[in-house]
């Protein structure tokens, strides 16, 4: 597994393709997070910032291989659902990684106080807070990308359609394991309460586990 | 244990026609074994199923030999130099990062590639990206080694070269099961032959083994008049000439040959099995 998880992120990172979500990602922190706005309000936000991506990296890393190269790296890894799972841990190790510095970033630049700036507001749980709400977030993206791309939705155009959508969706629909983390850090910015959405976390991996079960399990009937 | 499809069925989608249906194939140890058919037939279908690519709709395929799989047409679009993708290969096939490298080198070198091993993949042409193909199927030492129409696209040299490599690796206890329009391709090795008819796999008696023998004679010579059924022959640049002749007869043709009225020199006899030098 390590072997097929160095080749798919040299081939990310060799492809360049990784550049447009990346720079989407800091596109959206720039907007949104400004130097002194309320901490656990910009943490939410780049939390959210993070499923769109998340989901469009693990789009990439599932379609960056051409069809044959793709039929030889599954039989090289004794079969597709290795092969398949390696692209979806890949892209999800990358957006983690990407929301580890984003999070980093945003509690060194915010304002560690409420809202109405009353109350101090303790670094370290913020920063837990922002983790955990980063990880929900790139789970519930990651589980997004691997249902809107191959092997479960071929088309291109109905590809990106679904991701776009899905990701809005996601973010705005009540009992959305991202929303309600994202909530939960933008009323804690009114309170002063740092949250740990664990529940949220649960739920979001529960979600991220069927999706990949789904798409590794299409894998080897879909060549 | 060998990959044994048992009463496998292939078909896309719910309600698809049957591409493959109740196919039954033992893929034993030191086998060679053709698969033939027409275009469209479901022969690269039967290959992903045997390579582990594809899962059946219907049955069930036994068996899990460590596999390698080169397909008729590789893609250079993959942002790697040759040797980089080969290790890449050679690691996720579970070799050391060391040994990867060095069996690349060897097999680049074997293929007439060695040149290229440091070159981007993009910039490879057709046949030596599937040369690429071959060397990482090879470098794996696979018990279980799928060939599609792998020789299509290479040279000459090239093509003789995996000929060697695939009866090397029928002779060292791994099974080959390939696909090739070539009909005579390692016709003196295939241990056995199959097609795909309709839906379902069929075997093809096996052709006799067959002799070559290459002989020469002052220019002018004419050929003996009694050359043995089913003897072929070809006469090179060199004058000298190649006869190909099922194994039961070479004896005849090697007597008519030597008792003929022109002075024939015996080059070399061999059987027709690897190569066809």
Known sequence: MTALLGYHTALLLRSQRWLPPVVLYGALLAVGVGMGDPLLDSLGYAAAALLPVAAWLVRICATQEPYAARHVTATAAGGPVRAQLAVLVTALAAAGLLGAVGTVLTVLLGDARTTDRTAAIPLPGALASGLLAAAVCALTGAALGALCTWPVLTGRGWSLAALSLGALLLLVTAGSPARTAVSALISGSRTGDTPLSLLPLAAAAAVATAAAALSCGLSSRRT | MPRTFHQVGRRYGLRGPWVLHAVGLALSAGTLVRVGGVNGSGKSTLLRLAAGIDTPSAGRIEGRPRTAYVPERFPPALPFTAYGYLTHLGRIHG????????????????????????????????????????????????????????????????????????????????????????????????TAAYEVSGTSLVPVAQSAPRVRIDAQAPPGTKLPDALPPEATHETDPSGTVRFSVPAAHSDALLRALLTAAGTWHIHRVHPLAARER
């Open chain 2, 95 to 190: 070799l050391s990062r060391r040994t990867a490298r060095l069996r690349a080198e060897h097999w680049l070198d074997r293929f007439g590639a060695g040149a290229y091993g440091d070159m981007p993949l993009s910039e490879l042409s057709k046949g030596t990206a599937q040369k690429i193909a071959v060397a990482q199927a090879l470098l794996a030492e696979p018990e279980l080694l799928v060939l599609d129409e792998a020789w299509t696209g290479l040279d000459a040299e090239a093509r003789d070269a995996l000929d060697d490599a695939v009866t090397e690796r029928v002779a060292g206890g791994a099974t080959v099961l390939f696909v090739d329009h070539d009909p005579g391709r390692l016709a003196g090795a295939v």
